[in-house]
């Protein structure tokens, strides 16, 4: 569930990145802001201030997404580490990383109707 919790918050982040860039990047190239699954430094590019608490969750949802979504292994032991295990604690944590970021986008409420 970690996995799938921050491979949302990613492309979250990314679509505000994106969203607050505008216009201007080159089509043939992939911006550098974007070539990170660091959670923490795509929310230092969006502005958004979360709390401690939230800025802990995400950073550890980046191990997941780079480790357990992304990629087999690290050529790093370093890399290796996977923190807490997921806890169903953590679930409104996600739910307000996530509601946070979908209002910055100025999406729909979830569940609304066409």
Do not use: C
């Amino acid at each position: 569930m970690l996995v799938l919790q921050g491979l949302a918050i990613e492309n979250l982040l990314k679509a505000l990145i994106a969203k607050n860039h505008g216009a201007g990047w080159d089509d043939r190239t992939f911006p550098d802001k974007l070539k990170t699954h660091d959670l923490g430094t795509l929310v230092d590019h969006t502005g958004i201030r979360l709390s401690v608490d939230d800025r802990l969750f995400v950073e550890e949802l980046s191990a997941f997404v780079a480790w357990l979504g992304r990629y087999p292994s690290s050529i790093k032991p370093s890399d290796m580490r996977i923190g807490v295990l997921g806890r169903t604690e953590d679930l409104p944590i996600f739910a307000r990383i996530f509601n946070t970021l979908h209002d910055a986008l100025g999406l729909r409420p979830l569940g609304a109707d066409e």
